[in-house]
């Protein structure tokens, strides 16, 4: 079966970084698009990032210049780098992957961005 699994994920104070890591197995991962989400409390889930499998990558606003999506189709993990963390990238991050018409998730991991 399909199984993401999340981990990086930990507390930051603003202007640090983190790198966030995903392991997928239960499918072929180099064909397709993988995806980065958060949600922070009290809001919806957005998606942050999203990388092909030609590696072409798009960002949230929010994020452009900071974070940087990636993936290894040899050990099918799709890692996601975030640089000059703010308060409000407090969330809990999912990656997923959209499979004939159904989305599957990780369990999430926790980043807090405080002082």
């Known amino acids: 079966q399909v199984q993401l699994v999340e981990s990086g994920g930990g507390l930051v104070q603003p202007g640090g970084s983190l790198r966030l890591s995903c392991a997928a197995s239960?499918?072929?991962?180099?064909?397709?698009?993988m995806g980065w989400h958060r949600q922070a409390p009290g809001k919806q889930r957005e998606l942050v990032a999203t990388?092909?499998?030609?590696?072409?990558?798009n960002y949230v606003d929010s994020v452009k210049g900071r974070f940087t999506i990636s993936r290894d189709n040899a050990k099918k993990t799709v890692s996601l780098q975030m640089n000059s963390l703010k308060p409000q990238d407090t969330a809990v991050y999912y990656c997923?992957?959209?499979?004939?018409?159904?989305?599957?998730w990780g369990q999430g991991t926790q980043v807090t961005v405080s002082s």
């Open positions: 997923a992957v959209n499979l004939v018409g159904s989305t599957y």
């Open positions: 239960g499918y072929i991962f180099s064909l397709h698009t």
């Open positions: 990388i092909t499998r030609g590696e072409t990558t």
